[in-house]
């Protein structure tokens, strides 16, 4: 098991073995993301990767989850993808679902029958990063991707068995467009109606070319208060039944978790006890990545 660089992956992941098969994100232009900064995308080989799964044998046989790392391994061609697949599948009997991180494009261009047959053989959950429902905020952090795109893409991996986890970026918007972010965010996500549904809160990283319009006055973000304004506007437009909703991750300064859309009316309440000063919110050097 061996790793190269920074390895990122989804907190519900974190009891997974993580078998990195590329480094870094082909995309790599996001203006708020850091992780691959500096680094270059490549796909891993195809005789190391199968090495790696003959090492973890030794020491994790009982594996019952993998994630596939890094950025956007679901890009890989699907043949490349199903050789790793059946080695997992065979190296752990206990094997119960693989994960991978998906942009839009990378589900879009395999048919039907591609994702059919990666599902067939355990890829059963992906994730994607929505970020944002709202076309204008997606072209100015350089998402690479329209709400068009992601909507397709999600319903895609679903019609096949594919359950989708999507994430949102609260904040990502900044002050000026915090309502069009939320409510178009929304109804995008009505639009998918994914399996998972989660939602972040934007953390300035350095170095990145978002700390550089937050340094230089271009982008106003929204205090505290805010933030969790903005998650109520997302929480208070969802119509999306079925999908679990998480907004507890460390960035997050009003834990949330519910299930559309029977806890809609608690989750709102909830919301509320923090807005009127009832609940306290997570205070900032709690708050992380």
């Known amino acids: 098991m061996r790793y190269e660089g920074m390895i990122i992956r989804p907190p ?3 009891d997974s ?3 990195q098969i590329t480094y870094g994100c082909s995309h790599n232009k996001c203006t708020f993301c850091g992780t691959y900064l500096g680094t270059k995308f490549r796909v891993r080989k195809l005789d190391e990767v199968l090495e790696d799964i003959s090492m973890a044998q030794r020491f994790i046989p009982h594996t019952r989850r993998v994630f596939l790392c890094d950025g956007d391994a679901m890009l890989l061609p699907t ?7 059946k ?7 206990d094997l119960q679902r693989v994960g991978i991180y998906a942009n839009a494009s990378d589900i879009l261009k395999k048919s039907d029958s591609e994702l059919s047959e990666l599902s067939r053989h355990k890829l059963t959950i992906a994730y994607l990063g929505l970020e944002s429902g709202n076309d204008e905020i997606l072209k100015k952090v350089k998402k690479g991707a329209t709400a068009k795109d992601m909507i397709d893409a999600v319903r895609k991996a679903q019609d096949v068995g594919i359950k989708m986890s999507v994430i949102g970026l609260i904040g990502l918007g900044g002050r000026e467009l915090s309502t069009q972010h939320a409510i178009d965010t929304a109804k995008v996500v009505n639009k998918m109606t994914p399996r998972y549904f989660s939602l972040l809160t934007l953390m300035i990283v350095p170095g990145t070319p978002l700390a550089d319009d937050y340094k230089k006055g271009r982008l ?3 205090d505290p208060e ?3 304004k903005e998650v109520r506007m997302v929480v208070e437009n969802m119509d999306s039944p079925g999908t679990i909703f998480r907004a507890n991750h460390a960035s997050n300064y009003a834990p949330l978790a519910g299930t559309f859309n029977k806890d809609k009316e608690r989750l709102l309440q909830e919301i509320d006890r923090y807005l009127n ?3 306290e919110f997570r205070p ?6």
């Open 87 to 93: 080695a997992l599948t065979m190296i752990f009997p």
């Open 12 to 14: 519900s992941e974190a």
């Open 79 to 85: 043949d490349y993808l199903l050789k790793i697949l």
């Open 17 to 19: 073995y993580l078998l």
């Open 220 to 222: 106003e973000l929204p």
């Open 226 to 228: 805010e933030m969790v």
């Open 277 to 279: 000063g009832k609940n």
């Open 284 to 289: 900032e050097f709690l708050r992380g990545l």
